[in-house]
Structures are given as structure tokens and as C-alpha cells.
């Protein structure tokens, strides 16, 4: 594998090919999943909920599961609000929380949790794109509950892909 460096700042660095531990790795797999998609819910809701207030909207936030969703939701008072409020608001959750995710996935060294934080970053992002449009009322709800995931499938697959050649996993 050839290092790549630029002012001595390494864009990929050397890591030891892992083992085959394939019992192990699922088992933390479904923990890490479990935990980041708890962090991302409320990292998501939270991020609308500061954006609300701090343009002086009164909002709470809900966190939910109501099987098999896990979902959370702010509810702003006034429900009226301006193009660009509606546009602030609505693309926080999703933006925020892929700006925490990738300073996460940006840190962490351990292969499966990268991978995992590609898949919530990039579905967390398209949040942040389609959001918005939902709260304009140009996008259907289905389309935003859909999509997303399919996004971040796509990133967890273009990722292994990476990982794989660059001799990571």
C-alpha cells in the first residue's frame, strides 16, 4: 500500500490488515449500530431544536420508538414560518448530526465503526438535502423516510469497497 502525504499530513494511513474474527465483528457490529443510531436520532432532533430556538421560535423535541421506527420529532410554535427559516430549520438535523458523524468517522480507527459512521454520515447528509424540501412542502414524507437509507446502503457499500483495496479490512 503507497502512503500518501502532503506537508507530512497523512490522507491514508498505513493500517495492519485485520483478522477474520467473523463472530466477534457481528456481535460488535449490531452494538455499534445500535449505539450510533441512538446518537444519530438524538444528535438530528437536537440540532433542529437549537436551530428553532435560536431564531426565536418556541420548540420542544420528542424522542421516539414506535416499533419497528425509531424516530424523533420538534415541534415549533409558530407551525407559520418564513422561506428561509423553514430552510434553516428543516436542513439542521440532518447536517449537523453528518458534521458529528464525520468528525467521528474523521477520529476513530477502528474499521467497523468507520464503516458504520459512513453509512449514518452520508444517510444523515441526505437528510440534510431532502428535509427541507419536505418542510416546503416540494417532497413527499414516504420519499423522506426511503431515500436516506438508501444512501447511506449505497456509502456503506462504496466504502467497504475502499477499505477493501486500500488493505484496511
Not at 5 to 28: H, S
Not at 44 to 63: I, N, Q, S, W
Request: hydrophobic fraction near 55%; proline fraction near 3%.
Amino acid at each position: 500500500m503507497v502512503e500518501v502525504g502532503v506537508n507530512g499530513l497523512t490522507i491514508f494511513p498505513k493500517r495492519r490488515k485485520r483478522k477474520a474474527r467473523a463472530i466477534e465483528d457481528i456481535k460488535r457490529s449490531v452494538v455499534l449500530f445500535i449505539v450510533f443510531l441512538g446518537l444519530s436520532l438524538v444528535v438530528h432532533e437536537t440540532f433542529h431544536l437549537v436551530v428553532a430556538r435560536a431564531l426565536g421560535y418556541d420548540a420542544d423535541v420528542f424522542y421516539g420508538i414506535v416499533f419497528p421506527n425509531v424516530y424523533g420529532a420538534v415541534h415549533i410554535t409558530p407551525s407559520s414560518r418564513g422561506f428561509i427559516d423553514t430552510i434553516l430549520i428543516f436542513s439542521a438535523g440532518g447536517l449537523g448530526a453528518g458534521a458529528v458523524f464525520y468528525i467521528l468517522w474523521s477520529t476513530i480507527e477502528d474499521i467497523i465503526a468507520k464503516l458504520l459512521l459512513s453509512f449514518f454520515t452520508s444517510m444523515q447528509v441526505a437528510y440534510g438535502i431532502l428535509e427541507p424540501m419536505y418542510g416546503l412542502g416540494l417532497l413527499q414524507k414516504a420519499s423522506l423516510s426511503i431515500v436516506p437509507v438508501v444512501v447511506g446502503m449505497t456509502a456503506l457499500i462504496i466504502f467497504r469497497i475502499i477499505y477493501r483495496r486500500l488493505g484496511w479490512w
